[in-house]
T-cell receptor, first 114, second 113 residues
Framework: DAGVTQSPTHLIKTRGQQVTLRCSPK?????VSWYQQALGQGPQFIFQ???????QRGNFPDRFSGHQFPNYSSELNVNALLLGDSALYLC?????????????FGPGTRLTVL | GQQLNQSPQSMFIQEGEDVSMNCTSS?????WLWYKQEPGEGPVLLIA?????ELTSNGRLTAQFGITRKDSFLNISASIPSDVGIYFC?????????????FGTGTRLTIIP
């Protein structure tokens, strides 16, 4: 039973560029959340997708957008990258109304903006 | 964004010692959770607390949900080398598992040989 997977593992971009990160949820899960974890900090909630729609959003600018596909996988897009966007981006999944309400995290994508 | 206050920020202990860390918030949470994160991995859930005053154990780990709903603590007894990592508290405002997690600033645990 595969857990949450994310790609790529590491990514280097320059300021002003755009980036797309990908997440495949744990088998049987239908809800995906994205978090940003700056160095030395705890993760911060970006947004959550369920039934291909954004359901909840944290305090992040519109440069951060996402998408969920019919197979429940998800993408996080960040436009006009800033140096401050350098962070570990975590994806978490769960099955809404499932037996367990635990959110399972992937290993993350390390984004470096130069 | 909001981050919960965790203390201590870091701990250096010897194997076999007990560990205690806590987490405070300016707002009320209805669910408190404790996670552990190791290098190259995402956070892994250790303990979940759903009721004010609740005391829950998971092996050598014990956590409590504060009566005011604004704090929680985690104890680790008889620490072992594999306990090394960063421990995060997290709160959820509601009682639904899909609600966003508000994380603390983390406590880094190092075990001195």
């Amino acid at each position: 039973d595969a857990g949450v997977t994310q790609s790529p593992t590491h990514l280097i971009k320059t300021r002003g560029q755009q980036v797309t990160l990908r997440c495949s949820p744990k088998s049987g899960h239908d809800t995906v959340s994205w978090y940003q974890q700056a160095l030395g900090q705890g993760p911060q909630f970006i947004f959550q997708y369920y039934e291909e729609e954004e359901r909840q959003r944290g305090n992040f600018p519109d440069r951060f957008s996402g998408h969920q596909f019919p197979n429940y996988s998800s993408e996080l897009n960040v436009n006009a990258l800033l140096l401050g966007d350098s962070a570990l981006y975590l994806c978490a999944s769960l099955r809404l109304a499932g037996v367990s309400d635990e959110q399972f995290f992937g290993p993350g994508t390390r984004l470096t903006v130069l | 964004g909001q981050q919960l206050n965790q203390s201590p920020q870091s701990m250096f202990i010897q194997e076999g010692e007990d560990v205690s860390m806590n987490c405070t918030s300016s707002s009320i949470f209805n669910t408190w959770l404790w996670y552990k994160q190791e290098p190259g991995e995402g956070p892994v859930l250790l303990i979940a607390l759903y009721k004010a005053g609740e005391l829950t154990s998971n092996g050598r780990l014990t956590a409590q949900f504060g009566i005011t709903r604004k704090d929680s603590f985690l104890n680790i007894s008889a620490s072992i080398p594999s306990d090394v990592g960063i421990y995060f508290c997290a709160g959820q405002s509601g009682n639904f598992g899909n609600e966003k997690l508000t994380f603390g600033t983390g406590t880094r645990l190092t075990i001195i040989p």
